[in-house]
């Protein structure tokens, strides 16, 4: 489908492919879905940018974007419902790897 008839049927957002809204904006998924708004971006450092830091300022990144970019108590992917799909094969077929990507004309 094209991206104009997935953003009206509410599949992706308007902001597609960013992962997050900007704030104010409606959104174009539905309302079993929720959109993620990012912080505000900090503009100085909570401490001093120096290697001893480190650890404090991963501490505090992942507090502050733990709404966002680091959320881990994300709700699992719904599961697909319908018929398993089952991929016709030859008997004799063997697996191969293909390295050379496939050509695509400009037109």
Not at 4 to 12: D, I, K, P, T, W
Not at 37 to 61: K, M, Y
Not at 70 to 92: A, C, K, W, Y
Request: glycine share 4%; charged share 15%.
């Amino acid at each position: 489908m094209s991206f104009q008839a997935c953003r009206e049927l509410g599949l992706v957002h308007e902001r597609f492919p960013h992962h997050t809204v900007v704030a104010g904006a409606a959104p174009a998924i539905s309302d079993t879905q929720s959109a993620v708004v990012a912080p505000p971006r900090p503009s100085v450092l909570q401490f001093p940018a120096l290697e001893e830091n480190v650890p404090w300022l991963e501490e505090w990144l992942l507090c502050h974007f733990s709404g966002s970019a680091f959320d881990t108590n994300r709700s699992p992917l719904p599961v697909m419902v319908g018929e398993q799909h089952t991929i016709h094969l030859l008997p004799d077929a063997k697996p191969y790897a293909c390295h050379t990507p496939a050509s695509v004309s400009k037109h």
